[in-house]
């Protein structure tokens, strides 16, 4: 069980209303280490769409996050 009260993760719960119990606390996981605003910059055009309170474009971000990006390419060749 991850706690977010008092941590930076707390500001993830706005985001709790659109995701499950077990897609939540992965989400706080993936990003336990990362800035919260992360969520926005997952698809930058979706970040004012978020702020006025657009749910499809919130959930689009985030399965982004859980679910990866299909057309994501990796940074490094291994």
Do not use: Q, W
């Not at 996981?29 to 702020?51: F, G, M, Q, S």
Request: glycine share 4%.
């Amino acid at each position: 069980m991850i706690f977010i009260c008092h941590s930076k993760s707390a500001a993830l719960e706005k985001f709790a209303p659109l995701l499950g119990g077990e897609e939540f606390t992965k989400l706080c996981a993936l990003l336990r280490d990362l800035a919260p605003a992360t969520v926005y910059l997952t698809r930058p055009e979706n970040t004012l769409k978020i702020v006025r309170g657009d749910s499809e474009a919130a959930r689009e971000n985030l399965e982004l996050i859980l679910n990866d990006d299909p057309a994501a390419r990796p940074l490094f060749a291994v």
